[in-house]
C-alpha cells in the first residue's frame, strides 16, 4: 500500500475480491478526519460457514505516528466491544422492514477463522455475525443495514437488494430463475476425444450455460473434480489397489472468476423515500454462457495435483464425477470489483476518483450473494483414457477409467 507520508492516514478495507471469500486489508484515504466505518458486508441465504460474517472497522488517523505501527494495535482498527450497534433489516415487495438480526461480535480466531497476515493486527480477529438467513425465492426483497455508534450517537445506514433466484424445486435440486441449461446431464463431460483420422489427440471445449436471476451483477464458475486417491501393490502385474487405502477428494478449477454480466447498473428509489438501491437490469437473453476448453482442464490438474509416476510414489488416482458451481453476486459487488480493475495499473497507487462503496459515509460494501450447484456430471471414457495417457496428465496417476 502506498501512504502518504505527510498525513500517515489509513484504514482497513478491501483489495481484490473473488465473489465467493476474499476481502482487503488496504485502502488509501485522503482528507480531513472524520469518522470513516470500513465495511465488508456480503452475505448470502446459503452461508458455507453456517453463519454470515461482516467485517466492520474504521479509519485511524495520528499525524505524528508511523501508519504501519498503528495498523498493529487493535483499538486502532477496531470500535470497542460495546461501541456498536449493528442491525440488518429485511423487506418483501412493499411490505414493512422487519428485523432479520442483531448482529453479534465475535473474536473470529477463536473459531478458526484466522486473519491472513499482513499490515494489520491479527489478533484478536474481530467480526459481526449474522446467525439468521435472509430468505430467497421469487419476490424482490430488499435490505438495510443499520450502524449505530452508541458513544458518538453517529447513525450510519446502507441498502442492497437480493438476487430473485426463484422457488426451489428439491426434484430437479435447482432453482427456477437461477439453474443450469447447458451441459445436460444425460450426456458424460468430454474434455478431449481421439481424431480417427490422424489418431492424435484433440481437445474439446465445453460450454456451461445458466439462467440469469434478477439483480446479479456478477459471477464465478468453478469446476469440481471428484477422485478416489489409493495405493497399488507396485510389484504385482497391473499394480492391483491395497485394500484399506482409498479415499475421496475433490480438486477444484476457478474457471471463470468475476465474470461481469451485460446489462445495466443504476441507483434506483422503489420506495419513494430517501432509500436507494443499486439494481441490475439484464441484457436481453436472460441467461449466460462460458466455453470451458479441455487442455485448460488438464493444465489445471497437472498443475494442482503431484506427480506419483515419476516421484516412484504407490499412490493412484480414479476420476468419480464432475460437479460445477456458479456463484452470483449483486451489483454492489461487481461495480466495486470494477473500479478496483480500473484502477489497478495507476502508478502510484494514487485513485482519480473516490473507489466504488455503497457505504453510507464509509468505504466498502453492503451486498448479496448466492450459488448453485450442479453435481454428478458423468465423463466420457476418452477422457479418461486421455487423464491417463495424455502429455499433461500422464504422471498424475489416474486408471484410464472411471472408479468401480
Not at 295 to 323: H, M, P, Q, W
Amino acid at each position: 500500500m502506498n501512504l502518504i507520508k505527510s498525513l500517515k492516514f489509513t484504514v482497513s478495507a478491501l483489495s481484490a475480491i473473488c465473489i465467493i471469500s476474499s476481502c482487503s486489508n488496504k485502502v488509501d484515504v485522503i482528507g480531513e478526519w472524520k469518522e470513516i466505518p470500513v465495511v465488508y458486508a456480503v452475505f448470502s441465504p446459503t452461508p458455507e460457514n453456517g453463519d454470515n460474517y461482516f467485517r466492520i472497522e474504521k479509519a485511524f488517523l495520528d499525524p505524528d505516528t508511523d501508519a504501519f505501527q498503528i495498523a498493529q494495535n487493535p483499538d486502532s482498527i477496531y470500535y470497542a466491544a460495546d461501541q456498536l450497534e449493528v442491525i440488518v433489516y429485511e423487506r418483501t415487495g412493499t411490505s414493512a422492514y422487519r428485523i432479520l438480526d442483531t448482529l453479534e461480535r465475535i473474536d473470529a480466531n477463536l473459531i478458526g477463522m484466522v486473519r491472513d497476515s499482513g499490515i494489520f493486527a491479527q489478533n484478536p480477529n474481530y467480526v459481526y455475525v449474522m446467525r439468521e438467513r435472509p430468505i430467497g425465492g421469487s419476490v424482490d426483497r430488499f435490505y438495510k443495514m443499520v450502524i449505530k455508534n452508541k458513544y458518538s450517537g453517529k447513525v450510519f445506514t446502507q441498502y442492497c437488494k437480493g438476487i430473485a433466484m426463484g422457488e426451489y424445486n428439491a426434484t430437479d435440486n435447482t432453482h427456477s430463475l437461477f439453474r443450469f441449461t447447458l451441459p445436460a446431464q444425460s450426456r458424460p463431460i468430454r474434455w478431449s476425444h481421439i481424431d480417427p483420422g490422424t489418431n492424435e489427440n484433440v481437445f474439446d471445449k465445453v460450454t456451461f450455460n445458466w439462467s440469469q436471476p434478477a439483480n446479479a451483477a456478477i459471477y464465478d464458475l468453478t469446476i469440481s473434480l471428484r477422485y478416489y486417491e489409493f495405493q497399488v501393490d507396485l510389484n504385482q502385474t497391473g499394480e492391483p489397489e491395497l485394500p484399506g487405502t482409498r479415499v475421496e477428494k475433490t480438486v477444484s478449477w476457478k474457471a471463470v472468476r468475476n465474470s461481469q454480466a451485460q446489462g445495466e447498473t443504476r441507483l434506483t428509489n422503489p420506495f419513494d423515500n430517501e432509500e436507494r438501491f443499486y439494481s441490475f437490469t439484464k441484457a436481453d437473453g436472460g441467461s449466460v454462457a462460458q466455453e470451458l476448453n479441455g487442455e485448460n482442464f488438464y493444465n489445471f490438474l497437472a498443475s494442482n495435483l503431484s506427480d506419483v509416476v515419476n516421484t516412484g510414489s504407490n499412490l493412484r488416482r480414479c476420476a468419480i464425477k464432475i460437479d460445477a458451481r456458479i456463484d452470483a453476486a449483486g451489483p454492489e459487488l461487481a461495480e466495486y470489483i470494477r473500479a478496483r480493475n480500473a484502477n489497478q495499473n495507476l502508478i502510484g497507487g494514487l485513485f482519480p476518483a473516490d473507489p466504488f462503496s455503497n457505504i453510507e459515509e464509509g468505504l466498502g460494501l453492503f451486498s448479496y450473494k448466492f450459488f448453485i450447484t450442479r453435481r454428478n456430471y458423468n465423463i466420457e471414457s476418452e477422457t479418461f483414457e486421455y487423464l491417463n495417457e495424455g502429455e499433461i496428465t500422464r504422471n498424475l496417476g489416474f486408471r484410464s477409467f472411471g472408479c468401480n
